[in-house]
T-cell receptor, first 114, second 112 residues
Framework: EAGVTQSPTHLIKTRGQQATLRCSPISGHTSVYWYQQALGLGLQFLLWYDEGEERNRGNFPPRFSGRQFPNYSSELNVNALELEDSALYLC?????????????FGPGTRLTVL | QKEVEQNSGPLSVPEGAIASLNCTYSDRVSQSFFWYRQYSGKSPELIMSIYSNGDKEDGRFTAQLNKASQYVSLLIRDSQPSDSATYLCAVNINSGYSTLTFGKGTMLLVSP
C-alpha cells in the first residue's frame, strides 16, 4: 500500500512570492492534515480537510490556505512568503472508518524562503 | 490552552538498556494518544497509539497511559543505536475536531 506522498521535496522561493505544496493521501483516506515544523520547533497544526471541506484551522494567518480535491488530494498555498515561513511542511492523512484519528505522515516538503 | 509537554532531552542510554520517555498533557478530556518517532530531517513515523488506561505492548515498545494523572509514557526495551531519534507525543482531543496536538519531542541517544 502506497503511503502519503508530497511534492515537491524541496522548494526555494524569495520573499513575497507564493508557494504551492501538494499532497496525496493513502488510498481510502479522506482526511488530509497540514503541519508546519520550523527548525527547533514542534509540529504546528495548520489545516484539516475532509470530504473537500476545511474542517479546522490552526493559529496561522490567512495567507496560509488550501483546498482538497474530489480525489482527496490536497494543496497548501502560502502567499506573500516571509523568511519565517521557511520550514518542513508535513501532510498527514487518516481514514474515515475505524480509528479516524490515527494520522500517517508523508515525507514532507522543505520550503526555503530567501 | 491545550498543551502537550515533553522533556526535550537528550536522553542518553546505553545499548540494551530501557529508555523511558514521558509526556504530560493539560486537557482532561483528551481521548487518544500517540507516539511518533522522527529521525533527523525525516517525517514522523507512527509507533503506537493508546486509548485506555494501562499498558499496551508492541514488540520492544510499551505505551503507558494514566488519564487521572494526565500522563502518557513510552518504554523502549533493549534499546538499539537505531532507536536514536526524536520521539513525539501527540494527543487528540476528541471534541469533534480530529486534530493532533504535538509535544516538542524528546531526543533519545542510544550509545553502542
Amino acid at each position: 500500500e502506497a503511503g502519503v506522498t508530497q511534492s515537491p521535496t524541496h522548494l526555494i522561493k524569495t520573499r513575497g512570492q507564493q508557494a504551492t505544496l501538494r499532497c496525496s493521501p493513502i488510498s481510502g483516506h479522506t482526511s488530509v492534515y497540514w503541519y508546519q515544523q520550523a527548525l527547533g520547533l514542534g509540529l504546528q497544526f495548520l489545516l484539516w480537510y475532509d470530504e473537500g471541506e476545511e474542517r479546522n484551522r490552526g493559529n496561522f494567518p490567512p495567507r496560509f490556505s488550501g483546498r482538497q480535491f474530489p480525489n482527496y488530494s490536497s494543496e497548501l498555498n502560502v502567499n506573500a512568503l516571509e523568511l519565517e515561513d521557511s520550514a518542513l511542511y508535513l501532510c498527514a492523512s487518516s481514514a474515515r472508518q475505524g480509528r479516524a484519528d490515527t494520522q500517517y505522515f508523508g515525507p514532507g516538503t522543505r520550503l526555503t524562503v530567501l | 490552552q491545550k498543551e502537550v509537554e515533553q522533556n526535550s532531552g537528550p536522553l542518553s542510554v546505553p545499548e540494551g538498556a530501557i529508555a523511558s520517555l514521558n509526556c504530560t498533557y493539560s486537557d482532561r478530556v483528551s481521548q487518544s494518544f500517540f507516539w511518533y518517532r522522527q529521525y533527523s530531517g525525516k517525517s514522523p513515523e507512527l509507533i503506537m497509539s493508546i486509548y485506555s488506561n494501562g499498558d499496551k505492548e508492541d514488540g520492544r515498545f510499551t505505551a503507558q497511559l494514566n488519564k487521572a494523572s494526565q500522563y502518557v509514557s513510552l518504554l523502549i526495551r533493549d534499546s538499539q543505536p537505531s532507536d536514536s531519534a526524536t520521539y513525539l507525543c501527540a494527543v487528540n482531543i476528541n471534541s469533534g475536531y480530529s486534530t493532533l496536538t504535538f509535544g516538542k519531542g524528546t531526543m533519545l541517544l542510544v550509545s553502542p
